[in-house]
């Protein structure tokens, strides 16, 4: 029989070796999603919130509030009230957060509040040990 084509017929799969090689793997991967799920959960209590400072725990000024919430729109204010700065080197900040981090720009009333605010409160310090202290937010 020449020009015939035969065809080889592959057996017909074998059912419990199917289930047993794959019940290991859908119970790794269930394990696995159980791991990552509980470590997402863990971060997530941990995270900032803005709930977690209050204004009445920084000083107490015209402006605290406004500025409090203008800038734990984005991080936490303890970051702010770390930091000591000139009122120029605030304004940098600012725009350095709009320009670099998308922040929406403040109205120039509620940008005087805030400048006023950190101006005062948190004003630059003191150089610390050799080569002096520098802020390492500060827009360069």
């Not at 119970?27 to 959960?41: D, E, K, M, P, R």
């Not at 120029?88 to 720009?105: A, N, V």
Request: glycine share 8%; proline share 11%; with cysteine.
């Amino acid at each position: 029989m020449t020009g015939a084509t035969h065809s080889v017929r592959s057996p017909p799969p074998q059912r419990g070796k199917e289930r047993e090689s794959g019940a290991p793997l859908i119970l790794v991967v269930a394990f696995i999603c159980a791991i990552l799920f509980g470590a997402g959960a863990a971060i997530a209590q941990t995270a900032f919130t803005p709930r977690d400072e209050s204004p009445e725990e920084f000083a107490a000024g015209p402006g605290r509030d406004e500025t409090f919430y203008a800038c734990t729109a984005c991080h936490n204010f303890k970051l702010v009230a770390q930091q000591g700065m000139t009122r120029r080197q605030w304004e940098d900040s600012l725009q350095w957060m709009t320009d670099r981090h998308g922040m929406s720009p403040l109205p120039p009333k509620e940008q005087k509040i805030v400048l006023d605010y950190l101006e005062a409160n948190f004003p630059p310090r003191a150089p610390a040990g050799r080569g002096g202290w520098q802020n390492p937010f500060a827009p360069r």
